[in-house]
Every structure is written in structure tokens, then in C-alpha cells.
């Protein structure tokens, strides 16, 4: 069992930043792969962003690229999710995500582990 706890959700204006983090603990954290979703009201879980286990491959959605950058640190059973430049649009609870696999899954139903999410919201 993986045990994953976002933080850094909260109320920010658009064009500001957050910084998610996804603790880890349970297993071994450098055998997992890492992902980001968000689930906005009235609709489906999308992918945001995917790393894997060595952090040397990185994957990000075509709606976040250039703004955001995920990474982790695996002496601290953290992953990380800078999020730049938010819009409204951006608005979401966003969960982390994690699957012991060498390659770097982008969909959810690939991943067996989650946090509980983090609310995210962007004001206009």
C-alpha cells in the first residue's frame, strides 16, 4: 500500500502560482511512478502531468504546458507540482497519483494509488 497526502491547494488570483506536494509513504517511493490529475465540478478526472520513478522523464497536458512543471524529490517522498500563470480554467481539485511501473502512465485507470486531492481555485 502507497499512502499519498497533497497539500498546497488554495485561493489564488489569476496569473498567481501554486506549488502542490504529494507525500508519499508506505513503499519504496523511487519504484513509483508519479502522475497529476484534476477533477473540475460536473466533470471527468483529467491528466495533467506524469513523472517517472528517476524523475529524468516528464509529461505534462497540452492545456498546461509551458505553465506548469512536475518533479519530485525521492529523499523526501515528494512530488511536486508548480503550477504557473493559473487561469480560471485551472479551478479544480487536483490528486496525485502513484504506480509502481518503469514506464509513466498518463491515464487514471492505470494508476492503483491516490491521494485524497487538494482544491485548487483560480479567481478572475
Known amino acids: 500500500q502507497v499512502q499519498l497526502v497533497e497539500s498546497g491547494g488554495g485561493l489564488v488570483q489569476a496569473g498567481g502560482s501554486l506549488r502542490l506536494s504529494c507525500a508519499a509513504s508506505?513503499?519504496?517511493?523511487?519504484?513509483?511512478?508519479m502522475g497529476w490529475f484534476r477533477q473540475a465540478p460536473g466533470k471527468e478526472r483529467e491528466f495533467v502531468a506524469a513523472?517517472?520513478?528517476?524523475?529524468?522523464?516528464?509529461y505534462l497536458a497540452d492545456s498546461v504546458k509551458g505553465r506548469c512543471t512536475i518533479s519530485r524529490d525521492n529523499a523526501k517522498n515528494t512530488a511536486y507540482l508548480e503550477m504557473n500563470s493559473l487561469k480560471p480554467e485551472d479551478t479544480a481539485v487536483y490528486y496525485c497519483?502513484?504506480?509502481?511501473?518503469?514506464?509513466?502512465?498518463?491515464?487514471?485507470?492505470?494508476?492503483?494509488?491516490w491521494g485524497q486531492g487538494t482544491q485548487v481555485t483560480v479567481s478572475s
Open positions: 497519483a502513484a504506480e509502481r511501473s518503469w514506464i509513466v502512465p498518463s491515464r487514471a485507470d492505470e494508476y492503483r494509488y
Open positions: 513523472i517517472s520513478v528517476s524523475g529524468g522523464s516528464t
Open positions: 508506505g513503499r519504496t517511493f523511487s519504484n513509483y511512478a
